[in-house]
């Protein structure tokens, strides 16, 4: 039997709250933080390209700095080395840890990030140099800025004004930060089997700042799509052929990879994959009603993106088959002619890359198995003498929080507290694999908690954070911490 004890003096009682000081600290003070914003940006610590692997090493370095000049206990934990497809090997930068406090009457909060970026060039179309953090109109351009150095700054930020202020935290604060999320957090899964019964064994709560509002009200996130990722493979002749010539006498493998592909999505949407649409959790009214009172605009979506027709033209409909339903996408086709120009070819071997979302009740294995036998036997009846072969490279499971844990209570109390008004509960189309790792391994519950905003360009051209994001940000943050530690420990 478990015995909760709560004393009956709360050691942080409400009214001593001082967030109308930290909230000045944070204002007066902005300046600072969007210089040490400039500094982060202008190390292009782009994960997926090797050559730029030193960069991502200073970029970690930086980041343990950072925390060791606040006094915190820091580590620089080393997680092995990549292997690249040419079969040599590469350092894996460093996942940092940190502490602040070790109070066992406080809450333990731990905080994840990445300090990694998507590449950017100024020739792919940015209006700035995508490294050098270009302030317009209170909008602060730069690769990373949103995804995901603003918002590690602004927790790292929020310690250091309690500090500045002599003010105690209200609970302990943990950090755990990455150099790898961009390209599928390599090493991360295993560091945190690793640490379960050391670094995480007093951990509480993790907090997940690595998304973005959904308009202009601010948003707790309580949900994420996972995805199954494909390679379908159909190989004929041992070699490209000459249309003219061969054309008409051999059976072609891109006309049988084009005829199975177009079975998996119909026009209007629907996941032809028998099983998959059976497997997924059904809408609750109470799921509809969440959906029906939510800020959002169809039609500036649809100019954001550029598009005169939606899948759907209703907002419950949109949002659920944007966030809880799963998707079929059809990525591209490696090995088809697809230079500028044309050229008569029948190419030998081509192979499509698809995934498929994944939603709540779905399971990886599962999908593989249903995805497989059903483009085979599809294929099967093409009677080609062509081979096929599917295999999937990803399967990132989906994760669900409960938006009534207090977690959530607690992120609307803080959002009431800086903002003023109640918060959307969302749910991200993307995939975040690292929440599902977080609590399959440590049992912990999770929330997200995102500062960006809607239209910050994350992985895109001219990628920015608002300024007033970044600074009202970091009030939430602060005031956060505040309404975590009034919950009961357990």
Request: hydrophobic residues 40%; charged residues 25%.
């Amino acid at each position: 039997m478990l015995l909760v004890v709560i004393s009956s003096v709360s050691p942080h009682p409400h009214h001593l709250f001082e967030y109308d000081e930290l909230s000045q600290y944070v204002d007066s003070h902005q300046e600072e933080y969007v210089q040490t914003l400039r500094d982060w940006v202008a190390v292009e610590s782009d994960s997926s390209d090797v050559l730029r692997r030193p960069d991502c090493h200073r970029m970690m370095d930086m980041t343990a700095e950072k925390l060791q000049a606040m006094g915190g206990k820091v580590e620089l934990v080393d997680i092995g080395v990549q292997e690249l497809p040419d079969g040599k090997t590469v350092a894996l930068p460093k996942v940092v840890t940190a502490q602040f406090g070790s109070d066992p009457s406080k809450q333990t909060v731990c905080v994840y990030g990445h300090v990694d970026v998507q590449p950017a060039k100024l020739e792919d179309g940015w209006a700035t140099e995508p490294y050098n953090l270009t302030d317009i109109d209170g909008h602060l351009y730069g690769r990373g800025a949103s995804d995901n150095k603003a918002p590690v700054l602004a927790w790292i930020h929020t310690v250091e004004v309690y500090q500045a202020l002599s003010i105690d935290l209200p609970v302990n604060v943990k950090f755990i930060i990455e150099g790898m999320e961009e390209t599928g957090s390599n090493g991360l899964d295993a560091m945190i089997v690793a640490q379960k019964d050391t670094f995480f064994s007093d951990v509480d709560y993790i907090i997940i700042s690595d998304c973005g509002w959904l308009s202009r009200r601010p948003a707790l996130t309580y949900g994420t799509r996972g995805n199954c990722y494909f390679f379908a493979e159909v190989e004929g002749p041992k070699q490209d052929l000459h249309s003219g010539v061969y054309g008409g006498t051999v059976i072609e493998p891109m006309t049988d990879l084009i005829g199975i592909l177009d079975t998996l999505i119909s026009p209007s949407g629907k996941i032809l994959i028998p099983g998959i649409r059976e497997a997924v959790a059904p809408l609750s009214d109470e799921e509809w009603k969440m959906y029906q009172d939510i800020e959002f605009d169809i039609e500036s979506f649809k100019s954001k993106i550029g598009v005169s027709q939606l899948m759907y033209s209703n907002k419950v409909d949109l949002l659920a088959h944007r966030w809880r339903y799963p998707t079929v996408t059809i990525h591209g086709i490696e090995g088809a002619f697809s230079g500028p120009g044309s050229k008569t070819v029948i190419p030998a071997k081509v192979i499509a890359k698809f995934s498929i979302r994944q939603v709540p009740n779905m399971d990886p294995a599962v999908v593989k198995k249903q995805v497989t036998d059903y483009l085979n036997s599809v294929f099967a009846k093409r009677k080609s003498p062509n081979k096929l072969k599917v295999t999937m490279i990803i399967g990132a499971k989906p994760w669900l929080a409960d938006t009534k844990h207090p977690l959530y209570e607690a992120g609307k109390a803080a959002v009431k507290r800086v903002f003023d008004v109640e918060p959307d509960l969302i749910r991200e189309g993307g995939t975040i694999p690292i929440a599902k790792t977080f609590e399959d391994v440590t049992g912990k519950s999770i929330i997200m908690m995102p500062i960006g905003g809607f239209d910050d360009g994350l992985h895109s051209q001219n990628e920015k954070m608002s300024r007033y994001n970044y600074i009202e940000g970091t009030k939430l943050f602060i005031a956060y911490l505040h309404e975590v530690a009034h919950l009961k420990k357990d």
